[in-house]
């Protein structure tokens, strides 16, 4: 069965990274699908941050782009999100999760709450 | 604001089938039969229960079906029962500029 683990600092301070780890099993990624971060902030809607496929390629929501980078690490089996120049808006739970090529997320991690704050 | 627009709150007594909308635009949820939702309990994860408009994926109740209509997707749940009672979220395929957006989550009272 798919698992999906997010790790990372609970805490972040203003305009510093974010940083958040996935770390997948029951799946290698280097065998497809595409793998990605939704966050929500506490008590509102989804909002999608960005996907990365196995091979390296990248999507991102436009208007999160610039301060946005996901990475593979098919070795670790894993894919890590950062997240630049954090303010208290960026204040969330952090889901990693699974698509394939058209974009309904079958596979969820269990959440992460990251707080900005100094 | 969401990209895609759902009803804040519905709401129905048990055994009655309920409807929730989510509209978007000719970019998005007219252009693409991608649309999926998403049933999430509070303090959960989100679970898929719709993908691809009408699909269920294994283990989904038969109670719940997705439909399309122009720009507008719809979630039907049929012979609600109390543990239907959560947030449920659409979700559409939007382009290779914008990839994906998602409504802003409509609450589901079972009264």
């Known amino acids: 069965q798919v698992q999906l683990l997010e790790s990372g600092p609970g805490l972040a301070k203003p305009s510093e990274t974010l940083s958040l780890t996935c770390a997948v099993s029951g799946y290698s990624i280097s065998s497809g699908y595409y793998w990605g971060w939704i966050r929500q902030p506490p008590g509102k809607g989804l909002e999608w941050i960005g996907t990365i496929y196995h091979s390296g390629s990248t999507y991102y929501n436009p208007p999160l782009k610039s301060r946005v980078t996901i990475s593979v690490d098919t070795s670790k089996n894993q894919f890590s999100l950062k997240l630049r120049s954090v303010t208290a808006a960026d204040t969330a739970v952090y889901y990693c999760?699974?698509?394939?090529?058209?974009?309904?997320?079958?596979?969820w991690g269990q959440g992460t709450l990251v707080t900005v704050s100094s | 604001q969401s990209a895609l627009t759902q009803p804040a709150s519905v709401s129905g007594s048990p055994g009655q089938s309920i409807t929730i909308s989510c509209t978007g635009t000719s970019s998005d949820v007219g252009s693409y039969n991608l649309v999926s939702w998403y049933q999430q309990h509070p303090g959960k994860v989100p679970k898929l229960i719709i993908y691809e408009v009408i699909k269920r994926p294994s283990g989904v109740s038969n109670r719940f079906s997705g439909s399309k209509s122009g720009n507008t997707a719809s979630l039907t749940i049929s012979g609600l029962q109390a543990e239907d009672e959560a947030d449920y979220y659409c979700?559409?395929?939007?382009?290779?500029?914008?990839?994906?957006?998602f409504g802003g989550g409509t609450k589901l009272t079972v009264l």
């Open positions: 979700a559409s395929y939007a382009g290779s500029t914008t990839f994906v957006v």
């Open positions: 999760a699974r698509t394939d090529g058209t974009w309904e997320w079958d596979y």
